[in-house]
């Protein structure tokens, strides 16, 4: 094999020479530049890892990804929990809303108004110990009570009233207090 050495002149050798200078700088600043990076990553990597020289990286990843799995299914099980949670509750608050709604239409009869007058029709008992007293629901339909106490007896009355009125019998005056106290409430 004959190899021709004609074209290495001075010129040509002192060019590759440069060449492979330039070539051993970059390769050298590129060396220094990992080298930085290292140290820089290192000493960020101290800050998360034990001062324990014996530490093996890749089982400690494997089991940080272990641990990731179980917590990602465990917050998918809670999720699913608080899925069927919510379906539940939206069931409980619908009937608590008819409920609610059963019972305001069931207290439109019951009695919401109330109202009491005391008073002495006779001179000759002595205190407040008759009374007229209305009891009426939210559309005011209910009944006045009076009772009236003498000395020889005791008498009540009662009489129905609608739409805050006494169709069938004629209210006295106390009655009739007690009906328009009750009514503005």
């Known amino acids: 094999m004959n190899i021709n050495l004609e074209f290495l002149t001075p010129?040509?050798?002192f060019f590759g020479f440069i060449v492979y200078a330039?070539?051993?700088?970059?390769f050298l600043v590129w060396i220094i530049t990992l080298s930085v990076k290292l140290s820089k990553m290192k000493k960020r990597l101290k800050t998360f890892l034990p001062e324990?020289?014996?530490?093996?990286?890749?089982n400690?990843?494997?089991?940080?990804?272990?641990?990731v799995k179980q917590v990602l299914a465990l917050q998918?099980?809670?999720?699913?929990?608080?899925?069927?949670?919510?379906?539940n509750l939206a069931n409980d608050i619908e009937n608590t809303n008819k409920l609610i709604y059963?019972?305001?239409e069931k207290l439109k009869n019951a009695v919401q108004k109330v109202a009491i007058v005391r008073y002495n029709p006779f001179e000759e008992v002595g205190g407040d110990l008759c009374y007229a007293i209305a009891l009426l629901d939210e559309n005011n339909n209910g009944l006045v009570i009076n009772s009236i106490y003498s000395r020889e007896a005791c008498y009540s009355y009662a009489k129905e009233i609608i739409d805050g009125k006494c169709p069938k019998h004629k209210l006295a005056n106390e009655e009739i207090?007690?009906?328009?106290?009750?009514m503005k409430k």
């Open 102 to 104: 059963l019972t305001n």
């Open 76 to 87: 998918d099980e809670i999720l699913d929990k608080i899925e069927a949670n919510r379906e």
């Open 52 to 58: 324990d020289k014996k530490i093996d990286m890749e």
């Open 177 to 182: 207090e007690a009906l328009e106290k009750a």
């Open 60 to 67: 400690m990843l494997i089991e940080y990804n272990k641990n």
């Open 11 to 13: 010129s040509v050798m």
């Open 22 to 26: 330039i070539i051993l700088l970059i």
